[in-house]
């Protein structure tokens, strides 16, 4: 089966670090992303990870190791615009490219 | 150019009427998806579109649900009979191709909701 599991809800101090985590059993794997969705808007793309390692991209970071089935988002100096729901999502081996949805975890960051 | 558009943004409707949503890919996009988000659920994958090959349907929740792609451009998904598990948010996507590194684009959405 498939199953993608993140925290449902964090919350986190402006200027802080925070990491989300997110676990995955799928039946096939070929690529693993981060979105950030806002409230009433589309999820917009983060982060690809294909290879075990970190990925960094400005205040963002993502890691992947393949073989536990484990990756985090890393958010470095928080900002209150960061609060936000992320979207942890594999795609599998078929040739469609379909993404597999964990149920995402709503960020809050307080002042 | 513009992103991916949907319509309409927001579709009341009463139990057992027909919806058609709406979704403008990418210009140039040939792989476009269609995926549903229920009230704290995580996005759940309904169909896929590429060019002119026959799409994948594997997602659907019923027969009550098709969809189509005219021209390899728009996308239109019916639900017929709706119910009122039906309702949710809407979400098409579309990426230049279905391979590697290509990240989906997202629309923002057709919140639906089934009276």
């Known amino acids: 089966g498939q199953n993608i599991d993140q925290p449902t809800e964090m919350t986190a101090t402006e200027g802080a670090i925070v990491q989300i985590n997110c676990t995955y059993q799928?039946?096939?794997?070929?690529?693993l992303f981060w979105y950030q969705q806002h409230a009433g808007e589309a999820p917009t793309f983060l982060s690809y990870?294909?290879?075990?390692g970190l990925e960094e991209k400005g205040r963002f970071s993502s890691f992947l190791s393949r073989s536990k089935g484990y990756s985090y988002l890393l958010l470095k100096e928080l900002q209150m615009k960061d609060s936000a729901s992320y979207l942890c999502?594999?795609?599998?081996?078929?040739?469609?490219?379909?993404?597999?949805f964990g149920q995402g975890t709503t960020l809050q960051v307080k002042p | 150019g513009a992103g991916v558009s949907q319509s309409p943004s927001n579709k009341v409707t009463e139990k057992g009427k027909d919806v058609e949503l709406r979704c403008d890919p990418i210009?140039?996009?040939?792989?476009l998806y269609w995926y549903r988000q229920s009230l704290g659920q995580g996005l759940e994958f309904l169909i896929y579109?590429?060019?002119?090959?026959?799409?994948?349907k594997s997602g659907l929740p019923s027969d009550r649900f098709s969809a189509e792609r005219t021209g390899g451009s728009v996308s239109t998904l019916t639900i017929q009979r709706t119910q009122q598990e039906d309702s949710a948010v809407y979400l098409c996507?579309?990426?230049?191709?279905?391979?590697?590194?290509?990240?989906?684009?997202f629309g923002p959405g057709t919140r639906l909701l089934v009276l």
């Open positions: 579109f590429q060019g002119n090959s026959a799409p994948d």
């Open positions: 799928t039946s096939g794997f070929n690529g």
């Open positions: 996507a579309s990426s230049p191709g279905p391979a590697s590194q290509e990240t989906q684009y």
């Open positions: 210009s140039g996009h040939t792989a």
């Open positions: 999502a594999v795609r599998d081996f078929s040739n469609t490219g379909k993404l597999i």
């Open positions: 990870n294909v290879l075990d």
